[in-house]
């Protein structure tokens, strides 16, 4: 089965049957512990559980004409525990459990290296890149996750600010995260990704 891996072998999927968005605002999406549950190492299809509000955040995103895109490391693969057909299953597993809602993900980016990587979390890569592939403006969008990882990778990317959410490893992981707020990066807590919507509605996201 062919995958959609980068040269430096990340996966780097552009979902091209999905509209472009309207924005120049890009809602970057940890995975494990945001949009899905964090069951450690996923390689399971029939584990993957939606996190409540993920269809709703996303289906309001794509209304407002954002781009939204999935970054998400996944060192289970480059621990060999698993591998990136199991990643695909995964995914399909949650895109079906999205439903409609899925067409608004327009790129997934993941990178399995371990322990360290240009494109892994805390490192800007990915970020970069999918901005660069979307076109998004880094300080018209913003970064959602569980881990203070994932909010430093989001301030190096230079994007507007980040959302650390309280599902996953978020309870844990919140003091680390809100360090990382400041110096134009805004760094705000959320129970979880059901918040963003009402978020995305309002004047913050104008
Ligand atoms: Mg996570």
């Known amino acids: ?3 959609p891996l980068h040269a430096n072998g ?3 999927e552009r979902r ?26 996923l390689a399971d299809p029939k584990k993957v559980r939606l996190i409540p509000g993920a269809r709703e955040a996303l289906v309001v995103a794509r209304a407002k004409g954002w781009h939204v895109a999935l970054v998400t490391n996944q060192s289970g ?13 995964v995914q399909a597993a949650m895109m ?27 490192e800007p890569g990915m970020i970069l890149a999918a901005l ?22 989001g301030r190096a990317a230079k994007l507007a600010g980040g959302f650390i959410v309280g599902t996953g490893e978020g309870r844990n992981e919140r003091a680390g995260a ?8 805004a760094l705000r807590s ?16 104008s």
């Open 77 to 89: 693969i480059g621990r060999g525990m698993y591998g990136w057909n199991e990643f695909a299953a």
């Open 96 to 122: 079906a459990a999205l439903g409609d809602a899925a067409a608004t993900i327009e790129l997934v980016a993941a990178c399995p290296h371990y322990p360290s990587h240009p494109w892994r979390k805390p």
């Open 10 to 12: 990340c996966w780097f």
């Open 190 to 205: 959320i129970d979880s990704i059901a918040a963003l919507g009402p978020w995305l509605k309002g004047a913050g996201a």
């Open 16 to 41: 091209l049957s999905v509209a472009s968005a309207r924005e120049s605002s890009a809602l970057f999406l940890d995975r494990d512990g945001v949009v899905i549950e964090d069951e450690g190492y």
């Open 1 to 3: 089965m062919g995958h």
């Open 132 to 153: 660069q592939a979307l076109g998004a403006d880094p300080a018209k969008s913003w970064m959602v996750g569980d881990k203070a990882a994932d909010l430093k990778a």
């Open 178 to 185: 809100m360090a990382c707020g400041g110096n134009g990066f």
